[in-house]
C-alpha cells in the first residue's frame, strides 16, 4: 500500500466530528476515469483506509467519471453541497488556487514529493491557506514528470530559454 494512504486517512479521521454517533456515508467526486491508477490505486485505497480507521463511522460512495463532477467543476460541486469530497485539480479551477500555482513552475523541485510536502506545510503555515478558505484540503499533491514540449530546442533547465 502506498505509504501516504495512512497519513491521510488519519488526516481525514482527524478532522471528523469527534463523536459521530451514526455512520455516514459521503459522497466523493472523482472525474477521472473509474479504471485510472489515481482512482482505483489512491482514492479508492485511501477511502477503504479512512472507513477502517473510522471503525466504519465513515464511509464513501465514489463517483469516479463525469457523472458527480467534471474537472472543471468539482470545486463548485463540493461548495454547493452535491459531493461531500472531490478529487481535482487546481489548474482546472481558474484563479481559485493562485498561491499554490507556485508549485506548477518547471525546474523548481526535485519531484513531486517534495512539492506535496511544501504544499501541505506551506498551507499549515498559512502562506496558501487563503486559497483554500472555503474548503478544507484533505491531501495536495503534485502529479510527476510535469513536461515542457518544444519543437526543436532541449529545455534541461531555466537557463536554455
Known amino acids: 500500500m502506498n505509504p501516504v494512504i495512512p497519513v491521510l486517512a488519519a488526516a481525514f479521521v482527524a478532522f471528523a466530528p469527534a463523536c459521530i454517533a451514526r ?4 459522497r466523493l467526486a472523482a472525474p477521472a476515469p473509474p479504471q485510472s491508477p489515481i482512482v482505483t490505486r489512491g482514492i479508492a485505497e485511501w477511502a477503504k483506509q479512512v472507513t477502517a480507521d473510522s471503525g466504519n463511522a465513515v464511509t464513501f460512495r465514489i463517483m469516479a ?9 468539482v470545486y463548485d460541486r463540493v461548495l454547493r453541497g452535491v459531493a461531500d469530497v472531490g478529487f ?3 489548474g482546472t479551477v481558474a484563479g481559485q488556487f493562485r498561491r499554490s500555482e507556485v508549485a506548477t ?3 523548481e523541485a526535485e519531484g513531486p514529493v517534495e512539492v506535496a510536502v511544501t504544499l501541505w506545510r506551506s498551507t499549515q503555515r498559512g502562506l496558501i491557506a487563503e486559497d483554500y478558505a472555503s474548503v478544507k484540503p484533505l491531501a495536495l499533491f503534485s502529479f510527476p514528470v510535469n513536461i515542457l514540449q518544444t519543437r526543436t530546442a532541449q529545455i534541461h533547465g531555466m537557463a536554455d530559454f
Open 65 to 73: 467519471g463525469p457523472t458527480l463532477a467534471t474537472f472543471e467543476n
Open 88 to 90: 481535482g485539480t487546481g
Open 105 to 107: 513552475l518547471p525546474f
Open 23 to 26: 455512520s455516514v456515508e459521503l
